[in-house]
């Protein structure tokens, strides 16, 4: 046993050595992490602010000048008053602006006979901001409308009858300040992990296969286990590198809440991360050529975890066989076990169940490689 | 003259073959973009289709089953609890069981016949805040739907004011319809990138670069014989992606095949450029992957395909402009949905040819400078 630690020990730091050799290595595990922080943390949202909308009021009445108000109170729009639907159009061929509320003419002497009709055309080559602001513009002038009705019922006199009328109060757990920072920051982990552990493995055992250089270590006394073990270890602790910069950066440059408790954070990291580096490695022993392993960690990897794990699009939401695809990959489990520790705390059973998953992947894995490399060999 | 084009020719031939005459990388380059596509296509979607919610009905009157039956006919939302207690809502929302809970208060019957506002409660699970503000936005429209019914069973007239609401270029506002032109620049150009990186770093690992500079190849010969390849590649991957969007999707292109494809040539020349950019400053292929993937990242993250470019800040607004993703997802969308010709789209060629001007010779000049 004592045989094992030291081939086991010195074989790591051997890995140690090239990993830190090598500058390319150091950029994917320090410098990327560091520039996607940036990105993930300032340059991507999905929220609407200020979105511009062009207001063409082709009645110049108080009653469409009130509606026009109505539109700056919300946040997210940001109307700008046009002279002419010719000009409207022209900016929203430009994407100057992102829609159009149109007042006709007759609005004021409509409004009081009770159906005013108000014209919303919006950009749609963006669907989901496009949805955002109809339902903002709808809700900003439903507010005018109620209140010009309640003035109307006022003075209309007294035996109109009142209607009630039912109101959403929302109120938005885990995510008080409703912005898309908060799940796009503890995602980028997942992100992380993946492009770290099973990119960066791939490539380097892909590239001692292709030299045949795994072949020479295989006739040293040295155990398929040990080799593998050694090479975990190395892309293990830059994996934890940058998750540590991950965490600060979440907790300290973007104030994003961690709920839950740092040590159930780590510990699923962790698990993660092994089952990362596990896939790999198995990865790596498939196609055993560095081209084909890249764009197969590639294909694997980076699209699906960004595209179906449930970090920007909601897996109920998808067809069926789409979410099967999506709860095949680990990564899907583990966004979702990192966006609960993060925003919703503790969650015991969700923990548990994504945890056995991802235990169960990296058992499967490890075996799987260890069970790939010897057949290989044999 | 003919001797030139016939030593590029030979040399793209050569380039083509390597590429072509492993059964995988045929596979990889092909079969990957097309399933991409179609797994995306149907994944990325904002648009909510199936939301999962509880129900806590304190007031068991009318009134709030007429609301209920209403949201239940969307077919969008399906109640998977009834809760009994205010303290049951915690369980369900921490346990992804319900994306929101909808809390009716005992006294909502009372409050909308005295003609008063009633409200309802709406919890929503915002770990997607995204997300749920769609469904919020779901549940406020059945809503407003149920009391336009009110007021017009009391004999009001129906509400003072309507919005007609319309689309541009995307009539029913699917995600869809903008990801899958987008995905015409962004996946070709994960490969074309990758392909390109590897083919000199890989010659170099081999030796076999040295062999290409001793023959009677010029430098300009070499890298157009090494360029052209993965442009051809990056445009039939662009083609595949484009077939899917039109034949399976059914997504209608306005525009014109020669404009789209003009802008596509510029982008992935611009790409070509940057991956024989980074096959030479790399020393082996294991670093031009990883300086591609270094790369790759943040361009695929500021390019707009996935998040806004208007929402960055305007530092990352001007980093984005050395970035030919950017200017190629925006130049596909707006011909392929907005039918825009050159002339609008003219300026995002500009970018993409100063990155292929730039990136072309940068190249050209780094393989002859580090081999002497």
């Known amino acids: ?378 | 003259m003919t001797d030139f084009l016939l030593r590029i020719a030979n040399l793209c031939r050569k380039e083509l073959l390597a590429i072509f005459k492993d059964p995988a990388s045929r596979v990889i380059l092909f079969v990957p973009a097309i399933m991409q596509s179609l797994i995306f296509g149907y994944g990325a979607t904002y648009d909510l289709s199936n939301v999962p919610y509880a129900l806590l009905d304190q007031s068991r009157a009318g009134a709030a089953t007429e609301l209920i039956a209403h949201l239940d006919s969307t077919g969008v939302f399906h109640r998977v609890a009834t809760l009994r207690t205010q303290a049951d809502i915690r369980e369900v929302i921490d346990t992804e069981k319900a994306l929101l809970v909808i809390q009716i208060a005992p006294d909502f019957e009372q409050q909308l016949s005295a003609g008063r506002p009633a409200a309802i409660q709406l919890i929503l699970d915002a770990r997607n805040s995204n997300t749920a503000g769609s469904a919020a936005g779901y549940v406020s429209a059945v809503v407003e739907r149920y009391n336009a019914e009110l007021r017009a069973r009391a004999g009001a007239p129906p509400a003072p004011l309507t919005i007609e609401s319309r689309a541009w270029f995307n009539p029913n506002l699917q995600t869809r319809w903008n990801l899958l032109p987008g995905l015409i620049a962004a996946l070709s150009m994960l490969q074309t990138l990758l392909l390109t990186a590897l083919s000199v770093a890989r010659e170099r690992e081999q030796g076999t670069f040295d062999q290409l500079l001793v023959t009677p190849m010029s430098p300009l010969e070499i890298m157009i014989g090494k360029a052209l390849p993965p442009v051809l590649v990056g445009l039939a991957q662009a083609t595949l992606i484009l077939l899917v969007a039109l034949f399976w999707f059914g997504i209608p292109m306005a525009g014109s095949l020669a404009t789209l494809y003009t802008g596509l040539v510029f982008f992935t020349v611009a790409s070509v450029g940057i991956g024989l950019s980074i096959s030479a400053v790399s020393a082996n292929m294991q670093q031009a992957m990883l300086y591609t993937f270094v790369l790759l990242m943040p361009m695929m993250l500021l390019s707009g395909l996935t998040t806004p470019v208007r929402n960055m800040p305007h530092v990352l607004q001007v980093i984005t402009t050395a970035n030919p993703l950017r200017f190629a997802i925006d130049l596909v969308q707006r011909v392929y949905l907005e039918g825009v010709g050159l002339a609008t789209v003219w300026h995002n060629l500009i970018p993409l040819s100063i990155i292929a001007l730039v990136t072309l010779p940068l190249a050209a000049w780094l393989f002859r400078h580090r081999l002497v």
Not at chain 1, 123 to 131: E, K, L, N, P, V
């Open chain 1, 1 to 378: 046993m004592s045989g094992f630690w030291t081939r086991l020990i010195s074989l790591t730091r051997k890995e140690f050595r090239q990993l830190l050799r090598d500058r390319s290595n150091l950029a994917i595990g320090i410098l990327l992490p560091m520039v996607l922080i940036l990105i993930f943390g300032y340059g991507m949202s999905l929220d609407v602010k200020n979105a511009p909308v062009g207001v063409v009021l082709e009645d110049p009445s108080p009653a469409a000048h009130e509606a026009m108000a109505g539109l700056q109170l919300s946040p997210s729009i940001a109307p700008v008053l046009l002279g002419s639907m010719h000009d409207a159009e022209a900016l929203m061929h430009d994407r100057k602006i992102d829609g159009i509320v149109r007042v006709p003419s007759d609005f004021s002497r409509s409004l009081a006979a009770g159906n005013a009709r108000v014209q919303l055309i919006v950009h749609g080559a963006d669907a989901g901001r496009a949805t955002i602001i109809q339902s903002y513009v709808s809700a900003a002038l439903a507010q005018t409308a109620i209140r010009q009705a309640d003035r109307g019922g006022r003075t209309g006199g007294a035996d109109a009858p009142a209607i009630g009328r039912v109101t959403v109060e929302q109120r938005m757990w885990f995510n008080t300040a409703n912005t898309s920072t908060w799940y796009l920051v503890p995602g980028l982990i997942v992100l992380i992990m993946t492009l770290v552990g099973a990119f960066l493995t791939a490539l380097v055992m892909a590239r001692e296969w292709e030299r045949g250089t795994l072949e020479a270590l295989f006739v040293t006394p040295v155990r398929p286990v040990e080799i593998l073990l050694a090479k975990i270890i190395p892309y293990f602790a830059v994996g934890m590198l940058g998750l540590a910069l991950c965490l600060l950066a979440a907790r300290f440059l973007f104030a994003v809440p961690m709920v839950g408790s740092l040590f159930a954070v780590v510990l699923s990291s962790m698990l993660y991360l092994i089952v990362a580096v596990s896939l790999g490695l198995v990865i790596s022993s498939v196609t055993r050529n560095q081209f084909l392993a890249s764009q197969v960690a590639l294909i694997a990897t980076f699209m699906p975890s960004m595209m179906l794990s449930g970090f920007l699009f909601d897996l109920r939401n998808v067809p069926v066989a789409v979410r099967v695809i999506g709860h095949v990959l680990p990564a899907t489990y583990f966004m979702d076990l990192i966006k609960t520790l993060f925003l919703a705390g503790d969650v015991w059973p969700l923990i548990w169940r994504n945890c056995a998953v991802l235990v169960a992947y990296a058992v499967g894995l490890l075996l799987l490689a260890h069970a790939v490399t010897r057949k290989r060999l044999d």
